[in-house]
Nanobody, 119 residues
Framework: QVQLVESGGGLVQAGGFLRLSCTTS????????VGWFRQAPGKEREFLAA????????SYLDSVKGRFTISRDNAKNTVYLQMNSLKPDDTAVYYC????????????WGQGTQVTVSS
């Protein structure tokens, strides 16, 4: 089973940027869809972006299009989430997760990485 590890979170000022990484221990991402989500205190978990590992096809939450970019590095078996022009509202725990394919539920999750954006 894929085990996921996120990294790259931290404290950043509004307008700044961060790049989150999601890598696996065990199996490779292979044919999976890898998604990024976030959950702010008192709010529901929110989908942000996803990438199909084989094709590289991406999808985004409309509100982050143009600010967030999901990408993959096949050689490093890593998925990234580049986040630019960060806002205090982006403060949350960010998670990566995998789904077996289109329409499948995300069933493997990382432990999350905290992103805090100060005003």
């Amino acid at each position: 089973q894929v085990q996921l590890v996120e990294s790259g979170g931290g404290l950043v000022q509004a307008g700044g940027f961060l790049r989150l990484s999601c890598t696996t221990s065990g199996r490779t991402f292979s044919s999976y869809i890898v998604g990024w989500f976030r959950q702010a205190p008192g709010k529901e978990r929110e989908f942000l972006a996803a990438i199909r590992w084989r094709s590289g096809l991406t999808s985004y939450l409309d509100s982050v299009k143009g600010r967030f970019t999901i990408s993959r590095d096949n050689a490093k078996n890593t998925v990234y989430l580049q986040m630019n022009s960060l806002k205090p509202d982006d403060t949350a725990v960010y998670y990566c997760a995998t789904a077996a394919g289109p329409g499948a539920r995300y069933d493997t999750w990382g432990q999350g990485t905290q992103v805090t954006v100060s005003s």
